[in-house]
């Protein structure tokens, strides 16, 4: 049986489930012939933690808000995200501080850490995938880490997986999807009748919100999810920018029940295509869809994404697209994607 150690940076939604559901069942993998131990915890409220003979997850979980590290043994109120990322004994490190659209950081330096040490990372952090990932996949390969992300796109939702994996002997000509849940939930609670800010504050309450959720309503988040499906299923090479993007801000309760009138519901959609001249275009719009549309009831949270296929024609996947255990779950296929890594390395 392998253990792994992990480090979690950033200690809110995301991170915090996975370290529950160590916590809940400390074997719930042993089946897949590993287990999982937290050994470092840092956040931005709480400082750095490192305890190299596992920490009491249950204790730190338990701690009141505005709680700092500096009470345990190996804790500090202070962040020492380099130091921890570097030099803890950590095996696997689990990046899910906040995304930043503009330069993706401070993910992406965590990122760069710990692959540059040979650490193994797991993030859901859309930021450095969408703006380094290139790099950042040739740093691990450079490295002999993994750099895995699958909870960047759809959280738990296997669809990075599934376009590498199952999908990889046809041609995916273009996507199409809802991958932002706090907007598809928001236009969901205010064809109910709900303000735009009331349905916001809601989604925030279930965690499905980024920080700032003006990069889910304004459209960002699903711009960066945009160009990481263009890059990594279409093989484009483009940027956030290149994304041309509008968000759901521009939708009142009176087009919403104009549109309900005519038996449309608005719907999110990111897209990237592949066009005659080989160019991918990619781009975030709201759109009043029929009621058959693949897309059209697509309900709260849930995400989807349709692939058009050479063979296939079109498959599309559906499921939670946010929420904290459905992303921690993302982490947790990528840790077994670093476990199934590790095994071929044995026995190459
Ligand atoms: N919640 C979801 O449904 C979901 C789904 C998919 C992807 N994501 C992504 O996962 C990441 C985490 O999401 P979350 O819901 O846990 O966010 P969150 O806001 O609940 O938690 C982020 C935590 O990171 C900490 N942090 C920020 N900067 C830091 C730094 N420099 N060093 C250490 N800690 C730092 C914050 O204090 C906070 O506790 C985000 O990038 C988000 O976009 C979230
Ligand atoms: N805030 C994002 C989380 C998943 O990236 C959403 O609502 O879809």
């Given at each position: 049986m392998r253990t792994y150690n992990l480090a979690l940076i950033g200690f809110g939604g995301v991170n915090r489930a996975l370290a529950q559901l160590i916590d809940e069942d400390?074997?719930?993998?042993s089946h897949l012939g590993f287990d999982l131990k937290v050994v470092a915890i840092t956040d931005l409220a709480m400082g750095s933690l490192v305890q190299a003979d596992g920490i009491d997850v249950g204790t730190v979980l338990a701690l009141r808000r505005g709680t700092t590290f500096e009470q345990f043994p190996g804790g500090s109120a202070t962040v020492n995200n380099e130091t921890v990322i570097r030099e803890s004994p950590a095996d696997i490190i689990a990046e899910a501080t906040f995304t930043n659209?503009?330069?993706?950081e401070p993910a992406t330096s965590h990122v760069r850490w710990a692959l540059e040490s040979g650490k193994s990372v797991t993030t859901t952090n859309k930021g450095p995938v969408a703006l380094h990932g290139e790099a950042l996949k040739q740093l691990a390969a450079d490295n002999g880490a993994v750099f895995a992300y699958e909870g960047a796109v759809l959280s738990g939702t296997p669809v990075l997986g599934l376009a590498r994996h199952q999908l990889a002997g046809l041609t995916i000509k273009g996507v199409q999807g809802i991958l932002n849940g706090t907007s598809n939930y928001v236009i969901g609670r205010m064809e109910a009748g709900l303000a735009l800010e009331q349905a916001v504050a809601e989604a925030q309450a279930e965690g499905y919100a980024e920080a700032d959720p003006t990069a889910d309503i304004g459209g960002s988040d699903v711009q960066l999810k945009v160009t990481i499906l263009a890059n990594e299923l279409l093989g484009a090479s483009i940027t956030p920018a290149d994304v041309d993007t509008t968000g759901i801000t521009g939708i009142s309760a009176d087009d919403i029940i104009s549109a309900a009138r005519e038996g449309k519901r608005y719907k999110l959609i990111g897209s990237a295509y592949r066009g005659e001249d080989g160019r991918v275009v990619a781009k975030v719009a709201p759109n009043a869809v029929s009621a058959d549309h693949p897309l059209a009831n697509i309900p709260g949270a849930t995400n989807a994404v349709s692939f058009d296929t050479d063979l296939l024609g079109t498959v599309t996947i559906t499921g939670p697209g946010a929420g904290r255990i459905e992303t921690a779950f993302a982490l947790i296929t990528d840790i077994i994607a670093i476990h199934t890594r590790e095994k071929e390395k044995v026995n190459v």
């Open positions: 400390p074997t719930r993998f659209p503009i330069d993706g």
